[in-house]
């Protein structure tokens, strides 16, 4: 039994740093949105970090617009990225997740 524990427990810590190291690797993916029509484009990291914002010239025109174009477009990036970092970060913590009964919601 107590043998048990100790690899249960010695798992849990591996999946764990492997979850670390998974969050480190997402700092390196880049997920680009564009607007609807391509006048803004936004780079952002798996780990949700804006990496880069290209404007179009003609939205410098108009404040209005270029703030409703910056929301709504970094907010898809986000979203994009919160479902790729999840995703990931899901997938490695399910692998290690030990048999432990009542653990099931985690499979």
Do not use: C, W
């Not at 477009?73 to 990931?88: D, F, G, L, Q, S």
């Amino acid at each position: 039994m107590f043998g048990d524990m100790m690899g249960m427990m010695g798992k849990l810590k591996e999946t764990q740093k492997k979850v670390e190291a998974t969050k480190e690797r997402l700092h390196t993916v880049l997920i680009d949105m564009n607007s609807h029509d391509e006048k803004l484009k936004v780079t952002i990291t798996a780990n949700r970090t804006i990496k880069s914002i290209d404007i179009d010239d003609e939205l410098l025109h108009d404040k209005d617009m270029l703030e409703d174009y910056l929301i709504l477009t970094i907010n898809k990036a986000i979203a994009r990225a919160t479902t790729v970092h999840e995703t990931e970060v899901a997938a490695v913590a399910k692998e290690g997740m030990p048999n432990i009964p009542g653990m099931d919601m985690f499979k």
